[in-house]
């Protein structure tokens, strides 16, 4: 019968062995004190859930029915150092727990840069930040390097132990931007602009994904990352300059509609203008920037201010708003005092 178990449980323990996982064996830093982040919390939460785990077999099996050696206390209600043993030791964890996580949040903070390159290894002073505009599209990654004036689909690659900041917006959907390796995901908002800050520590080839299910095309929205030695990538640079197309508000709002499984793409010039356009979402000729209209909101006392023009145009058409309501810049709809 053991054997039969064996048997049965070995190819299943072979399919898991060839398992990498790759949170575990991370190859950034950030991600790094990620993984101890975890390791160190599941420590600190199995202190106290073997131990229950272990003496819940143990009263089962000391005071079951058949045992007649255990003695019978009916009237037994209360011991005062069972009940500072159960107390105290969950106690200690969660304040383990909570200093770990307070310290961790500020530390690993996805909009402070990098403090480190590594364990001991601080960020020379002339070391500089490699910037990445990154944009969500349905369903496919664009990066744009403004500082090289150039672009990808999905590819992404960076010299290893070099800052790397990314401002990081969206299409028309949320989605999610997470490398494992590099480090951990940050949402993607159309209209806003959030921010990753991380480091490559080896090269070689590893995956990026959406992390948030965002349609049909959800499961091919992955890319490759490649993390390079500074003269390699130096010359992959040359190589999307020599090779690449152009970027530009046309060109991207046909890149942006809907494709599946949308092979690498690369561009030698781009429109320095085109990632603020995506995030303000005014990248069509004559529509409204968001800027724009929240400026003209907060400047006209909350009173709706969108043109036709712009993306938004119907939703806070003045036609549209009864006299009696007001829309403040967070296009929140509230009556005024005394209706």
Same mark, same amino acid.
């Given at each position: 019968?053991?054997?039969?178990?064996?048997?049965?449980?070995?190819?299943?323990?072979?399919?898991?062995?060839?398992?990498?996982?790759?949170?575990?064996?991370?190859?950034?830093?950030?991600?790094?004190?990620?993984?101890?982040?975890?390791?160190?919390?599941?420590?600190?939460?199995?202190?106290?859930?073997?131990?229950?785990?272990?003496?819940?077999?143990?009263?089962?099996?000391?005071?079951?029915? +058949?045992?007649?050696?255990?003695?019978?206390?009916?009237?037994?209600?209360?011991?005062?150092?069972?009940?500072?043993?159960?107390?105290?030791?969950?106690?200690?964890?969660?304040?383990?727990?909570?200093?770990?996580?307070?310290?961790?949040?500020?530390?690993?903070?996805?909009?402070?840069?990098?403090?480190?390159?590594?364990?001991?290894?601080?960020?020379?002073?002339?070391?500089?930040?490699?910037?990445?505009?990154?944009?969500?599209?349905?369903?496919?990654?664009?990066?744009?390097?403004?500082?090289?004036?150039?672009?990808?689909?999905?590819?992404?690659?960076?010299?290893?132990?070099?800052?790397?900041?990314?401002?990081?917006?969206?299409?028309?959907?949320?989605?999610?931007?997470?490398?494992?390796?590099?480090?951990?995901?940050?949402?993607?908002?159309?209209?806003?602009?959030?921010?990753?800050?991380?480091?490559?520590?080896?090269?070689?080839?590893?995956?990026?994904? +959406?992390?948030?299910?965002?349609?049909?095309?959800?499961?091919?929205?992955?890319?490759?990352?490649?993390?390079?030695?500074?003269?390699?990538?130096?010359?992959?640079?040359? %190589?999307?300059?020599?090779?690449?197309?152009?970027?530009?508000?046309?060109?991207?709002?046909?890149?942006?509609?809907? +494709?599946?499984?949308?092979?690498?793409?690369?561009?030698?010039?781009?429109?320095?203008?085109?990632?603020?356009?995506?995030?303000?979402?005014?990248?069509?000729?004559?529509?409204?920037?968001? +800027?724009?209209?929240?400026?003209?909101?907060?400047?006209?006392?909350?009173?709706?201010?969108?043109?036709?023009?712009?993306?938004?145009?119907?939703?806070? %058409?003045?036609?549209?708003?009864?006299?009696?309501?007001?829309?403040?810049? %967070?296009?929140?709809?509230?009556?005024?005092?005394?209706?």
């Amino acid at each position: 019968m053991r054997l039969a178990r064996i048997a049965v449980v070995a190819p299943w323990l072979t399919l898991l062995s060839g398992c990498n996982v790759v949170l575990l064996h991370p190859s950034g830093d950030v991600a790094v004190q990620q993984r101890d982040l975890i390791i160190a919390s599941t420590v600190l939460m199995l202190l106290i859930i073997i131990p229950v785990m272990a003496m819940t077999v143990l009263f089962a099996w000391r005071y079951r029915a +058949s045992n007649k050696d255990t003695p019978y206390e009916p009237d037994w209600h209360h011991s005062t150092g069972l009940e500072v043993a159960i107390w105290s030791a969950p106690l200690a964890i969660i304040v383990a727990l909570g200093a770990l996580t307070w310290i961790s949040t500020h530390v690993l903070d996805p909009y402070r840069p990098v403090a480190r390159l590594g364990p001991q290894k601080a960020v020379p002073p002339d070391a500089k930040t490699l910037e990445v505009d990154v944009v969500a599209l349905n369903w496919k990654w664009l990066f744009i390097y403004p500082s090289l004036g150039v672009a990808t689909v999905n590819e992404l690659a960076a010299p290893v132990n070099t800052p790397i900041a990314f401002k990081i917006t969206s299409s028309t959907m949320m989605n999610s931007f997470f490398i494992p390796a590099v480090a951990g995901q940050i949402y993607a908002m159309p209209g806003m602009q959030t921010q990753l800050h991380a480091v490559i520590n080896r090269t070689g080839r590893f995956t990026g994904f +959406s992390a948030n299910y965002s349609g049909e095309g959800f499961s091919d929205m992955n890319f490759n990352v490649y993390g390079m030695t500074k003269a390699g990538f130096a010359n992959w640079v040359q %190589s999307v300059k020599a090779g690449g197309g152009t970027l530009t508000r046309p060109s991207y709002t046909k890149l942006a509609e809907p +494709s599946d499984a949308e092979p690498v793409r690369r561009y030698a010039k781009i429109d320095p203008t085109l990632f603020g356009a995506i995030v303000n979402q005014c990248v069509a000729p004559g529509e409204l920037c968001v +800027s724009q209209m929240m400026r003209m909101d907060a400047q006209s006392g909350g009173q709706p201010q969108a043109s036709p023009k712009s993306p938004l145009s119907g939703i806070l %058409s003045p036609r549209m708003v009864p006299p009696h309501i007001g829309l403040s810049s %967070s296009s929140t709809a509230s009556p005024r005092k005394g209706d």
